[in-house]
């Protein structure tokens, strides 16, 4: 009896499908860990908001009433404007920060290397180690204070106690924050630069442009994307900023650090508000979503809403 040939598209589609189940066996558990741990728990905490669970009570369903307090609730309130003030001041400065710094290291200058990796040192530690050691710099008798009068000699200078005062708290976490999310974005322009064509400045350093000139109607409109991107990563970032407000401030005083994230841990931990905090936690998405597309409709513009 003759033996039928398998014909040679069936070998290779037989090929390909065992290749594709063996590529998705390999991956299989990093698959199931995403949806058991982030997308199971996104839908679970989406239920939870429309309930009144707290720690040890049986669930039972509210509709949007979780909702309607997040939009009266004093705290949040608080929390959002400070998170929104946060957000704002921190993106605007390390973005032009890391602009110019990008600028600046990517010309040709003694030490430059030695200078990237000190630079860029912060943004690799551990942010609860910054944080703590921002925290000893911020003591009334810390270095900060004694830069301001010993160094700069500013007389009758009343040392300030960073921390637990209402007006310097938060741009003092502004202040860590820059610091050590600055070197990041810089290295990302930095590369964006390198990849500028040098052509583009040779013409223009012919037809007479100035420093500035160049600045601004070369390099600046060709960093566009990734200026959107530094921008967005920034905005992400600084909405849900926590480890911060957690190791330095804990939310005070006075709530003048309360942040969205900070409440939203908070409600939740401490106070066993699970159906509350989840409800934050998806107005702060929407929120978050929202400011992307304003930024994206704004920098694909250029500028013109």
Same mark, same amino acid.
């Given at each position: 009896? +003759?033996?039928?040939?398998?014909?040679?598209? &069936? &070998?290779?589609?037989?090929?390909?499908?065992?290749?594709?189940?063996?590529?998705?066996?390999?991956?299989?558990?990093?698959?199931?860990?995403?949806?058991?741990?982030?997308?199971?728990?996104?839908?679970?905490?989406?239920?939870?908001?429309?309930?009144?669970?707290?720690?040890?009570? *049986?669930?039972?369903?509210?509709?949007?009433?979780?909702?309607?307090?997040?939009? *009266?609730?004093?705290?949040?309130? &608080?929390?959002?404007?400070?998170?929104?003030? =946060?957000?704002?001041?921190?993106?605007?400065?390390?973005?032009?920060?890391?602009? @110019?710094?990008?600028?600046?290291?990517? %010309?040709?200058?003694?030490?430059?290397?030695?200078?990237?990796?000190?630079?860029?040192?912060?943004?690799?530690?551990?942010?609860?180690?910054?944080?703590?050691?921002?925290?000893?710099?911020? =003591?009334?008798?810390?270095?900060?204070?004694?830069?301001?009068?010993?160094?700069?000699?500013?007389? $009758?200078?009343?040392?300030?106690?960073?921390?637990?005062? /209402?007006?310097?708290?938060?741009?003092?976490?502004? *202040?860590?924050?820059?610091?050590?999310?600055?070197? %990041?974005?810089?290295?990302?322009?930095?590369?964006?630069?390198?990849?500028?064509? &040098?052509?583009?400045?040779?013409? +223009?350093?012919?037809?007479?442009? %100035?420093?500035?000139?160049?600045?601004?109607?070369?390099? @600046?409109?060709?960093?566009?994307?990734?200026?959107?991107?530094?921008?967005?990563?920034? *905005?992400?970032? %600084?909405?849900?900023? =926590?480890?911060?407000?957690?190791?330095? /401030?804990?939310? $005070?005083?006075?709530?003048?650090?309360?942040?969205?994230?900070?409440?939203?841990?908070?409600?939740?931990?401490?106070?066993?508000?699970?159906?509350?905090?989840?409800?934050?936690?998806?107005?702060?998405?929407?929120?978050?979503?929202?400011? =992307?597309?304003?930024?994206?409709?704004?920098?694909?513009? $250029?500028?013109?809403?």
């Amino acid at each position: 009896m +003759a033996v039928q040939a398998v014909p040679a598209k &069936k &070998k290779r589609m037989n090929k390909g499908l065992q290749e594709g189940l063996t590529a998705y066996a390999f991956i299989a558990p990093y698959l199931i860990s995403i949806l058991v741990f982030t997308v199971g728990a996104l839908v679970y905490a989406l239920y939870v908001s429309f309930t009144d669970l707290k720690l040890f009570n *049986t669930p039972q369903f509210v509709g949007l009433a979780q909702y309607q307090r997040v939009l *009266t609730d004093n705290d949040f309130q &608080k929390a959002l404007g400070n998170t929104l003030l =946060f957000s704002g001041i921190v993106v605007f400065v390390q973005t032009w920060l890391s602009i @110019l710094m990008a600028v600046a290291l990517n %010309t040709k200058i003694r030490g430059l290397r030695f200078f990237r990796v000190a630079w860029y040192t912060p943004s690799v530690t551990a942010s609860v180690v910054i944080s703590l050691i921002f925290f000893w710099l911020y =003591f009334r008798q810390g270095y900060i204070n004694y830069i301001l009068v010993s160094l700069f000699g500013w007389a $009758g200078f009343e040392p300030i106690a960073w921390l637990n005062s /209402t007006t310097w708290s938060l741009p003092a976490i502004m *202040t860590l924050n820059i610091f050590t999310t600055v070197p %990041t974005f810089m290295l990302m322009f930095l590369a964006a630069l390198q990849d500028i064509p &040098k052509d583009l400045y040779e013409a +223009a350093d012919i037809d007479g442009a %100035t420093g500035s000139r160049v600045f601004f109607n070369i390099t @600046l409109p060709l960093l566009r994307p990734i200026v959107f991107l530094v921008v967005v990563l920034g *905005t992400i970032g %600084t909405l849900q900023v =926590f480890d911060q407000i957690y190791v330095m /401030t804990d939310g $005070g005083p006075q709530k003048s650090t309360l942040t969205v994230a900070f409440l939203i841990y908070r409600e939740a931990f401490r106070d066993s508000n699970m159906a509350f905090a989840s409800a934050i936690a998806f107005v702060l998405f929407v929120v978050i979503f929202l400011l =992307f597309l304003v930024q994206k409709r704004f920098l694909e513009s $250029g500028g013109e809403v």
